[in-house]
DNA sequence: GGGGAGAGATGCCGC
DNA sequence: GCGGCATTTCTCCCC
């Protein structure tokens, strides 16, 4: 494919708020927060209608490479060949990519407007735990959630059946060192801020690290293994035996 | 695009090991790790010759949905029209596109060796310091680099003038109380494995958050502002000013 | 494969 | 904008 129709058909591709894709050969370097080089090999590269940008090899899950929303694309054709400067003055960012050759290119005003649902979050976790406190213990309150405190928030918070003062962490995944030092700080803090020299600290996870269990049971916290809730399976199961008749 | 040729063009350039690129209207359930639902709209599809599949939404810096390398595709068509189902038996993961129209269809076999090279790191950072302990203080002596330990492993390890203990924990970027709650896991470790009730911690990045200078400040630890290194900047600008004669 | 930690992390929400 | 934190984090390294 030729240079120069390239570079038109790309940049009225991206003044009419198009999104463009081509493979090409191509060099890659970036500076910015850190400074990258990838040589020549054959890529991928995606310009969205709101400009971010996304270099793809053949291979791997993530962008090689990739400039955020916000940069600017410009094509340059000199004796060198093709090359595309991206640029990002807010971020103080810049990429270039130098063009070998061109495989394809297509381009397409796409529209979409929707948005993604997730479940099964941390958060889902905690509301499952505010509708069922017994799968903390019987007998247990919530008082509140997502509770701001000095050093963050707290997922569920609530007291026992002998009154005292409880906080669950919750982690949707195997919980770390990481989940006991978070649980540590606010049951600290919470400790302070009431003046009191007893809270129970609990960590909600399907599973725990062998580090997170040990720094548990050193500083007299409690854990629960829960695994966090999969509202669209069931919903899923459901259509499927409606489905059935 | 006809959906039976649309089938068996995608099928025929996996089968190659191709990199299929395309574009349609489609909705997106996923459940694995956790369950999302994506309702009808445009998107760019790419599956890589390694089985990786992205889906990418015309705005926005990551794919909306994707699976692994790993995954199976296959196509399905019936009344409802054309389905691409992808499973992970391994992950226990699937998604299912459900197709209403077809935009466009690319596929290319690509060929890429090579691998990105990144400079900037925290392992460049304690690099530096290594080669010029004085950025953390006069008389500082590194003694090693990523000192394992049962917590981990230490950036910088050394002594002060003073002949006392000194771990340095680099951040390239904001510290925040993790950082800190890893120094001190480090500091304790090696008090407790020579015996020893005095060893100073240093935190060295290029800012702090509020919550990790107080952190800091409790627990007696110090902290060096100090920026990581950007030696691809340097190559270039030395480029540019041989290219200037 | 699990565990631990960094990352150009990204993205979300709250102040 | 910063701060604090979750993430289908991803990736690497080491045991």
Redesign the interface.
Known sequence: MDFSSFKEQVERAIRNNE?V?F?CACS??Y?G????????????I?I???N?L?V??????SP???M??GADHSFIIDDGGLHMESTDEKRKESMILDIIDI??L?S?P????????????EKDMSDMIMDRPELIEDGFTPLSREEHT??GFVDVFGHDKDNNLVIVECK??TAG??AV?QLT?YVRKLKRSRGIDHVRGILAAPSLTK?AERLLEEKGFEHRLID?P????RQ?RQQASLADF
Chains 1, 2 share one sequence.
């Open positions: 999104t894709i493979g890659v370097v500076s927060r850190a400074e990258s080089f990838l040589e020549t090999g054959d890529r991928v995606m969205k209608s709101d971010n996304i793809h090899q053949p291979h791997g899950t090689v490479n990739y955020k929303a495989h394809f297509h397409h796409l529209q979409d407007g929707a948005s993604i649902t997730l479940q099964g979050s000095e050093h949707r995944f060192p990481a030092e700080r580090t966090p999969n509202f669209h399976r899923k």
